[in-house]
């Protein structure tokens, strides 16, 4: 009798994980995949445990995290944008106001624009701002490395391809959004 209740239990509880795991699932990552295999892309998809911070996708992929990308939404005179960086840097407000033009930058909050990725999780989001209808900013210092990696709409998979398949595809104005340089904090 106990037995049979353990293996209840288990049974329950391994329902409830795969709920959990469905109700996560991005949809995402095939709608990239598609995009990209429409325009005869080469790219991998590298799968990893749970990750919230570019620092520890970086540690769990082993990408180092200047070669990690990392999608930040901002808002540009009230108007949401990406600004993409190295997960080792952080977004500069200031530059991006003086490389826009814009009257006011601010971060956006996860309110303000989860709606507007509901294939993603949130804080996922890949930095294909062509495929949401947003403008995307992009540090020039992710133009020296020959790929890019991001996120690919959930925090258990990142998609890897060469740069310039990425900046021909999204078209990105590349501007100094990060703070500091790449240089010092690759040191």
């Known amino acids: 009798m106990r037995a049979d209740r353990r293996?209840?239990?288990?049974?329950?509880?391994?329902?409830?994980?795969?709920?959990?795991?469905?109700?996560?699932?991005?949809?995402?990552?095939?709608?990239?995949?598609?995009f990209l295999d429409s325009h005869q892309i080469k790219y991998v998809v590298i799968s990893h445990s749970v990750a919230y911070t570019?620092?520890?996708?970086?540690?769990?992929?082993?990408?180092?995290?200047?070669?990690?990308?990392?999608?930040?939404i901002v808002k540009l005179d009230g108007t949401l944008a990406m600004a993409v960086v190295s997960a080792s840097q952080r977004v500069d407000l200031a530059f991006l106001k003086a490389a826009t033009g814009a009257k006011s930058v601010d971060l956006a909050s996860e309110n303000e624009f989860k709606e507007r990725f509901p294939d993603c999780e949130v804080g996922a989001m890949p930095p294909f701002g062509n495929l949401y209808g947003m403008a995307v900013f992009a540090d020039q210092s992710l133009a020296l490395d020959k790929e890019i990696a991001f996120n690919a709409g959930s925090h258990r998979e990142l998609v890897r391809l060469a740069w310039e398949d990425f900046e021909r595809l999204v078209q990105p104005r590349l501007i100094r959004v990060a703070a500091g340089n790449r240089a010092a904090e690759a040191a």
Request: hydrophobic share 40%.
């Open 7 to 34: 293996k209840i239990r288990w049974g329950i509880r391994q329902e409830r994980i795969s709920m959990v795991l469905r109700r996560e699932t991005s949809m995402s990552l095939p709608k990239i995949k598609e």
């Open 54 to 72: 570019a620092a520890g996708i970086a540690g769990l992929t082993h990408i180092p995290g200047r070669e990690l990308a990392k999608t930040v």
